[in-house]
């Protein structure tokens, strides 16, 4: 009788620590490298992509946004034929990033341009994008206008607002 009741109280404690743990949310740490992410400026980004290939980094552009067009830009080298750069969310960004990047960003609604700081994975891309940014933290974003079209369509004081100051 015994040996029974202490299984089923070992049983019983198992089942509840693996209850436990699978319930329990699973905050993202911030890995170190995203803290210590190197600053380029995107246009030096574009123009030697194969120095920050797979490599980690924070960028401070333009993001514009809407159907079938989400990318980083910087309206003093864009150029709608070449060095385009498709942006995508990682799958743990908002658990690292800042609120208020966060909600700027996804209550924005749809088709806007935004300023923003972002660290993330550079890589290849596909199709009409050269170049791929894969988000992994948001450190700010402001939205400088409520449409998205392409850099040289934007209003001329916004357009101030998306250079990134090439060298």
């Not at 079938?68 to 080298?77: G, K, Q, W």
């Not at 908002?94 to 749809?110: H, P, Y």
């Amino acid at each position: 009788m015994k040996s029974v009741r202490c299984r089923n109280t070992k049983l019983s404690i198992l089942t509840l620590l693996l209850l436990i743990g699978f319930s329990e949310k699973q905050y993202a740490q911030v890995p170190s490298d995203l803290n210590n992410a190197t600053t380029v400026n995107l246009c030096l980004l574009r123009q030697s992509p194969k120095d920050f290939e797979n490599k980690i980094v924070r960028v401070t552009a333009a993001f514009r946004f809407a159907f079938e067009v989400s990318e980083l830009f910087c309206a003093d080298c864009w150029d709608a034929s070449s060095g385009r750069i498709l942006v995508d969310f990682g799958k743990d960004w908002e658990d690292v990033s800042a609120a208020q990047s966060i909600e700027t960003l996804k209550s924005s609604g749809f088709g806007k341009t935004m300023r923003v700081v972002l660290i993330g994975k550079f890589g290849a891309g596909e199709g009409r994008y050269q170049y791929r940014f894969t988000v992994l933290k948001a450190e700010s974003a402001e939205i400088l206008y409520k449409y998205s079209p392409a850099p040289p369509k934007l209003p001329r004081k916004v357009r101030k607002k998306t250079n990134c100051d090439c060298p």
